[in-house]
């Protein structure tokens, strides 16, 4: 019995047995009967994931819940990051000029994601995604749907680039690439934009800005449009109806203003905006989020996420940014 103990044990700890968890048995059923997979060849893939325990913990503490936004906002808004993100530009001027003609998305938005997700591809992540995928999907209940379908657009699309779904690398959530896809993003809106035949999101810069491009203009960018307005006057009691209203844009600005709500800029009274808090270290600090400061949050949901992509971005385009460099 000690014997048999100590082996599941050090199974366990290895990671090398295969007990299957409760609903992979009907994913391989589906990704048979559905795309045509081959049964005998996807268990060897999913028996090689490994459950990791370091990613359940992680999934349950993002930054963005963690910090305010003082200390969010120093993470990614530093003079290193600026000035790596101005020679990003620099070096890729011709294939971001030419996503902006085609996309209308500006040079120092897409940057700035690049910038923000993964330092301009310092740091793409070094978690196989096969095992942040299948550890999210079978044993993650709270979001196991969404990254069941996750899993299965990743088998999809390394099936369809010809790609081993061991080898890929990416965050602890399944993101990939320079502009951290998930995969059914990189499905949905990755593109070929220099031409060679493949969508290479994880080493090609040109594809990578192509990508993103087109994820933002396929989620409602507006080209030349503002992205967001300091708001001042806000009383948290008074204007409680529009702090509580979420991210999307429905109040026009005219309103906002009846309301007691300034800002500066001379700006189309009847463009809608979103009332948004973010919370420092001295109390809160509000903004109006407009159409493109809400599309931005397609990409991530955290409006000081949105926050830190739109003030880089200005910063790299050498415009105000209300932000104090360091590092």
């Known amino acids: 019995m000690r014997l048999h103990a100590a082996l599941v044990l050090l199974a366990f700890l290895c990671g090398a047995a295969w007990a299957r968890p409760a609903g992979v048995e009907a994913f391989i059923e589906r990704m048979v009967r559905e795309h045509g997979f081959e049964r005998k060849a996807l268990e060897a893939v999913l028996s090689d994931a490994r459950v990791r325990q370091d990613i359940l913990e992680k999934i349950r503490r993002p930054a963005e819940k963690r910090l305010t936004w003082t200390r969010y906002r120093k993470i990614f808004l530093t003079d290193e ?32 994601i690049i910038g923000v ?21 079978f044993h993650y209940p709270k979001r196991s749907r969404f990254f ?22 990416g965050s602890y959530a399944g993101a990939m690439g320079l502009g951290q896809f998930m995969p059914s993003s990189y499905l949905a809106y990755a593109v070929d934009f220099d031409g060679d035949g493949k969508r290479d999101i994880w080493k090609n810069e040109i594809d990578a800005i192509g990508s993103v491009a087109n994820y933002f203009a396929r989620h409602g960018w507006k080209r030349d449009f503002p992205v967001a307005l300091r708001a001042r006057g806000v009383d948290p009691e008074r204007h409680a109806a529009f702090l509580q209203a979420g991210l999307k844009p429905t109040f026009t600005l005219e309103k906002l203003q009846a ?30 989020g407009l159409n493109n400061f809400y599309v931005i949050t397609r990409y991530n949901r955290s409006p000081m996420y949105a926050m830190a992509v739109y003030q880089l971005a200005r910063a790299i385009a050498g415009k105000e940014a209300d932000h104090a460099p360091s590092g």
């Open 148 to 169: 069941t379908d996750e899993l299965e657009k990743f088998l999809l699309l390394a099936r369809e680039e010809g790609l081993d779904p061991r080898r890929p690398l």
């Open 81 to 112: 990051r600026i000035r790596e993100g101005r020679r990003f530009v620099e070096r890729n001027r011709p294939a971001l000029e030419r996503a902006e003609a085609q996309y209308g998305v500006p040079p120092e938005i897409v940057a700035a």
């Open 117 to 137: 997700e993964t330092f301009y591809g310092r740091i793409t992540g070094r978690d196989r995604v096969l095992d942040a995928l299948y550890t999210l999907a």
């Open 259 to 288: 309301a007691g709500i300034e800002f500066d800029g001379d700006i189309n009274p009847r463009l809608q905006a979103a009332l948004i808090a973010l919370k420092t270290d001295q109390g809160a600090e509000y903004w109006l």
